[in-house]
């Protein structure tokens, strides 16, 4: 079968798929070209003196590496140009981004983390980029409104990752299951190679820093020890693994199963992940592909979140190992 191309896949599945007009393939392909150039940048990281701090610290009160600055500047350049946007979203910026008059405009809305796990860099970890595409509200003209982007997740028309790794894979939804795509540096081409990916209906892999126990409460605790104490449907005990880049530990939950758990704890009572950037683009992934995203208490693609950087707990993964987390939840509420 010959080589297909992100773009061709789009355009062979535009019947199936509304959204995929010209100018929602047009966003996609500036996307994927953010993409590109931020891989360049990171490939050559350790050689351009572009690893560690920035010496700031952003509105997550976290501390900016170089290249999270690096790949925020080379999103917003490229997408605030593609003229198939009216406002964007970044992790790394405290207001919504509207797209200046100079500029074409369009009826899409862009959330992103220009790079997750940023940090790992400096030990030579997988990062990524994740986003979330939603369509204005019909009928909304003129300067875009905060209440048209705080949209729950199920109205996403498209999400996704760019995965910065020993190769570097776009994984991708537009609401018609999900699809893996590997950059050939030969071509230059982001080429179909993980067609329909499927979550597993349970894994074998559990993946939480299970450094926090002591701030945990006790429904936490108990729904954390399930998984050291069952058994995988091959009669096996849980493996546990946790890299420390959501999209890393997503990306192989992905493809092996299990479950991802970043619950709240006596610190961060509303979970750390930022619920339109990174909790609800991945979670749209995981349903498509068969599995589950909760916050332990419900289904994350129905929160409607209250401002641009809220926070969520999530549990992400296989249907059973997730409903497995939200059991034992519903338990304590009832006690």
């Known amino acids: 079968m010959a080589d297909i191309t992100v773009t061709e896949h789009l355009l062979l599945h535009q019947k199936r798929t509304p959204q995929a007009t010209g100018q929602f393939t047009g ?36 501390n900016v590496q ?30 919504l981004i509207r797209v200046s008059p100079e500029f074409p405009r369009g009826d899409y809305i862009l959330i992103f983390d220009p790079l997750d796990g940023s940090s790992n860099i400096d030990v030579n970890i997988n990062v990524g980029t994740i ?26 028309v ?18 018609q299951g999900v699809h893996g795509f590997t950059l050939d540096p030969g071509v230059g081409e982001f080429l179909l190679s993980h067609p329909d990916m499927r979550i597993p209906e349970q894994g074998h892999i ?11 409460d006790e429904a936490t605790r108990e729904a954390v020890n399930w998984f050291h104490t069952c058994e995988s449907q091959d ?27 970043y619950p709240p704890d006596a610190h961060k009572p509303d979970g750390k992940l930022r619920l339109m950037c990174e909790a609800s683009p991945l979670s749209f992934l995981a349903e498509q592909a068969g599995g589950k995203a909760s916050d332990g208490r419900g289904r ?12 969520t707990p999530l549990f992400i993964g296989s249907r059973k190992d997730v409903e497995a987390v939200e059991r034992t939840y519903a338990q304590h509420a009832k006690a």
């Not at 966003?27 to 070209?33: E, H, P, R, T, V």
């Not at 290249?67 to 405290?94: F, K, P, Q, T, V």
């Not at 498209?158 to 609401?175: C, D, E, F, N, Q």
Request: with cysteine.
């Open 27 to 62: 966003l996609l392909y500036d996307l994927i070209l953010s993409g590109k150039s931020i891989s360049r940048r990171i490939n050559k990281a350790g050689l351009l003196d572009i690893l560690g701090g920035t010496g700031e610290v952003n509105v997550q009160g976290e």
């Open 158 to 175: 498209g999400a996704g990752y760019i995965l910065y790794g020993p190769s570097t894979m776009l994984v991708l939804s537009t609401g």
């Open 235 to 261: 009669g096996k005990p849980y493996s546990s693994r946790y890299v420390g880049a959501l999209v890393a530990d997503f990306h192989r939950t992905l493809i092996y199963g299990g479950i991802y758990m």
């Open 131 to 156: 986003f979330s595409i939603l369509r204005r509200p019909e009928g909304h003209t003129g300067e875009v409104t905060l209440d048209e982007v705080l949209q729950p997740g199920v109205q996403q």
């Open 300 to 311: 994350i693609l129905e929160r409607k979140p209250e401002r641009l950087h809220a926070r």
């Open 206 to 216: 559990y993946s939480v820093n299970e450094g926090y126990w002591q701030y945990w």
């Open 66 to 95: 170089k290249m999270d600055a690096i790949a925020n500047r080379i999103m917003i350049y490229r997408m605030e140009r593609c003229g198939a946007l009216c406002a964007m979203s970044s992790e790394e910026e405290a207001e």
